[in-house]
């Protein structure tokens, strides 16, 4: 650490002391929060399994920044990349199109043997990894339908699917010593106003009951489903709504996920953390910024963000959260999107923890409303940046924007000449 960074950092814990934050206590707890980072932001969500494929259901990428990954190998190098500037250990979020195999395998029939390079990978670099079942992309879901679909050999197809991948994901938590979250998010929905809003959610019901039905050990998979206010295609109607989604997770023992962008344009999930964790044992939270809608971008440290933080924070909900990433932008260094995204979020967090929360949940029991929003106000500008530096210095990564360099030297080294060899091919 320079004399300058750590003259910084003992005379912010100082300022923070006099409000009796437990600086060290706060960076222990930050070092134990781990991130699922999201596999589908360095190759654009394309994966692997179907090489010829375009995206589809409610997906769009925009941009075509040089040097995204186009196989395996390519992709755990790059997260190799990207983990190296992010201080902690963490976990990787796979897509079921991210099979790592020379088979030709459809969705049904994916078992863990086809993720063995993403494990062996996992385990030598102590990650954890989390898993989505793919519901979009492909020939069974082009009329926007899959578990609610009409006809009952295409919700087969999506419920053996879903089957499948529990069993990798179990797979997954038992091979690397930690659960792992298995999403659950489908696209299905009309594009104008439907007759009949009732029978896709009772078809979309029965196809989880289906899939829950079979045993998976709790211990190594745990279950979450993700709602979604609209989508492209399904501007007027998702059958997988917000209020479907929280009734079924909680009549069923199963996780829901909020994402940031699925709602509302000006709807925050921030409030509803409380909510929900006050009727359910767990939740999945999926940070993303949503620019007017559903967009996707890169995770900056805004107003949200900050609120999301602190939430998780002032409530103690941080042991019973699972934190993960899910923005894809191609308009910039895949690598950089990942690094900013992450880092934005432990800095949210970071202040969150640095908040004197004891102190200020006393002042508003005694109704000083004047002084809870007077010092709210003040740690604002406290200096957490020093402590994050101190933070990041201890954990072996760049301190600010050095990471940047490492980045632009990848991206010349590496990421171009990907690019320059698939204009040669």
């Known amino acids: ?29 930050l070092a134990d929060i781990k991130i699922s980072i999201h596999c589908w932001q360095g190759d654009d969500v394309q994966g692997f399994l179907f090489r010829d494929k375009t995206l589809s259901g409610g997906i769009a990428v925009t941009g075509s920044y040089p040097g995204r990954a186009s196989t395996p190998n390519e992709l755990r190098t790059d997260l190799d990349a990207a983990l ?118 009772a078809r979309l019901r029965d196809s989880l009951d289906e899939i829950f039905a079979e045993k998976i050990d709790e211990q190594y998979n745990i279950d979450a489903v993700e709602s979604k206010l609209f989508g492209i295609g399904s501007e007027s109607y998702v059958v997988g709504s917000h209020e479907f989604y929280m009734g079924y997770a909680m009549s069923r023992g199963k996780t829901v996920c909020l994402d940031a962008g699925h709602f509302h344009p000006t709807e925050v999930i921030s409030n509803k953390l409380s909510s929900i964790l006050m009727f359910t044992d767990q939740l999945l939270l999926h940070v993303s910024r949503p620019v007017r809608w559903d967009s ?43 690094v900013i995204g992450v880092r934005n979020t432990q800095k949210a967090l970071l202040r969150a923890l640095l908040e004197p929360i004891e102190q200020l949940k006393q002042i508003e029991v005694e109704k000083d409303y004047t002084s809870r929003l007077a010092l709210v106000e003040e740690f604002k500008s406290y200096p957490f940046g020093a402590i994050w530096d101190h933070f990041c210095d201890q954990a072996g990564v760049p301190v600010r924007e050095d990471w940047l360099t490492q980045v632009k030297t990848y991206e010349k080294e590496v990421l171009r000449k990907r690019g320059q060899q698939s204009v040669m091919q």
């Open 84 to 201: 190296a500037l992010i201080p902690g250990k963490h976990k990787v979020n796979l897509h079921a199109i991210y099979a790592d195999t020379d088979e030709e395998v459809d969705l049904d029939a994916l078992e863990p043997r086809h993720f063995k390079g993403w494990i062996d990978w996992a385990k030598a670099n102590g990650l954890g990894l989390d898993f989505n079942p793919t519901l979009f992309s492909h020939p069974k879901a082009e009329d926007g339908f899959t578990l609610s679909h009409t006809d009952p050999e295409i919700r087969k197809f999506w419920i053996d699917h879903c089957k499948a991948s529990r069993r990798i994901a179990e797979t997954f938590g038992r091979e690397l010593g930690q659960p792992c979250v298995t999403n659950h998010w489908m696209p299905d929905g009309f594009k104008d106003t439907p007759v009949d809003r009732w029978s896709p959610r």
């Open 1 to 29: 650490m320079s004399e300058a960074t750590e003259k910084a950092y003992l005379e912010a814990k100082k300022l923070y002391a006099k409000h009796g934050v437990d600086v060290d206590a706060a960076l222990a707890k």
């Open 296 to 338: 996707d971008h890169v995770v900056t440290m805004d107003d949200e963000l900050l609120e999301i933080a602190r939430e998780l924070v002032r409530g103690d909900l941080l042991p019973r959260t699972h934190i993960g990433l899910d923005f894809f932008d191609g308009s910039i260094n895949h690598i950089a999107a990942w």
